[in-house]
Structure formats: C-alpha cells, structure tokens
Nanobody, 118 residues
C-alpha cells in the first residue's frame, strides 16, 4: 500500500499562484509515477499532470504553460506549481500514484480544495 497526503490548497484570486505538495509513504517501490487529478463540481475527475520516477511529464492541455509538476525523489514528494490561476481551475485536487505508461493510478489521496475567485 501507498499512502498519499496532500497539502497546499486554499483560496486565491484569479491570476494568482498556489503550490500543492503530496508526500508518499509505504510501498513506494510499487509505483513509478505520481501526479495530480482534479474534480470540479458537477464534472468528472480529470488528469492535470503526472511525472514519472525518471522525470517524464504529461500535462492536460488546459494547464500547459501555467502549471509545473516536479518531484523530490529523496523525499518521495511531488509538487504542483500553479500559476496564472483561473476560476475554471477551481476543483478538488487529488494526488495519485501508480504506473506512468499505462496511466493507471492505484493509489489516491483524500484531496485538497483549490478555489480561484474572479
């Protein structure tokens, strides 16, 4: 099992920035990717960004150029730097871990709310 704990959500004005963090613990050897998904009210959960243990990344088109995912392998922690936030970025952001190539995420955090006011 892998446990994921998110932090860093909150309320920000449009155009502002936030950084989310996710710390993983447990059977880290069983995963090779960590990332972020989000779910807005009334919408399906969607991929935001994912990073492999080797540093490969994949982003949703809607966040490219604004969000940056990174990881500190020694700390088993992944970060999501969110800049130029828009009201449509408002959602619960979930940290996830699993396999990069199949995009199958086996483990999920409880989520952290990001609210962007206009």
């Amino acid at each position: 099992q892998v446990q994921l704990v998110e932090s860093g959500g909150g309320l920000v004005q449009a155009g502002g920035s936030l950084r989310l963090s996710c710390a993983a613990s447990g059977s880290i050897f069983s995963i090779n990717a960590m990332g972020w998904h989000r779910q807005a009210p009334g919408k399906q959960r969607e991929l935001v960004a994912v990073i492999s243990s080797g540093g490969r990344t994949n982003y949703a088109d809607s966040v490219k150029g604004r969000f940056t995912i990174s990881r500190a392998n020694a700390k088993n922690t992944v970060y999501l730097q969110m800049n130029s936030l828009k009201p449509e970025d408002t959602a619960v952001y979930y940290c996830a871990a699993g396999d990069y190539d199949s995009a199958h995420m086996r483990y999920w955090g409880k989520g952290t709310l990001v609210t962007v006011s206009s």
